[in-house]
């Protein structure tokens, strides 16, 4: 099985042991919370925060914004087809994973 994804676009394998159904996360997401995902942004010139309700209190995801402007505000680093985020750090590159039975 070869499996790529980018962004919070994760690949689950479903299968069959002795009856019952199992489910197996292949692939992680790419999230600001994730080390070297954070590493490339902030190495970028991007900038990792959540989003603060009137009191204060951060609410939601931790999102990318770029360094001196809110936008983009995604939740995830890695993107097809952003040009924004390209600016934050956000790549489009996927995660792979291949496994051989």
């Known amino acids: 099985i070869y499996a790529a994804n980018v962004?919070?676009?994760r690949a689950i394998l479903c299968f069959f042991d002795h009856g019952s159904?199992?489910?197996?996360q292949l692939t992680t997401d790419h999230k600001p919370?994730?080390?070297e995902e954070a590493k490339r942004i902030l190495d970028k010139g991007g900038r990792i925060q959540g989003i603060?309700?009137?009191g204060?209190?951060?609410i939601g995801p931790?999102?990318?914004w770029k360094k001196?402007?809110?936008v983009p505000g995604i939740s995830m680093t890695r993107?097809?087809?952003d040009t924004t985020g390209e600016q934050a750090g956000i790549i489009a590159e996927p995660g792979n994973i291949s496994i051989k039975k």
């Open 79 to 81: 993107s097809l087809g």
């Open 21 to 24: 159904i199992h489910a197996k």
């Open 62 to 64: 931790l999102r990318v």
């Open 7 to 9: 962004g919070d676009s």
């Open 68 to 70: 001196s402007q809110n």
């Open 52 to 54: 603060k309700d009137v």
């Open 33 to 35: 919370d994730v080390p």
């Open 56 to 58: 204060g209190e951060r």
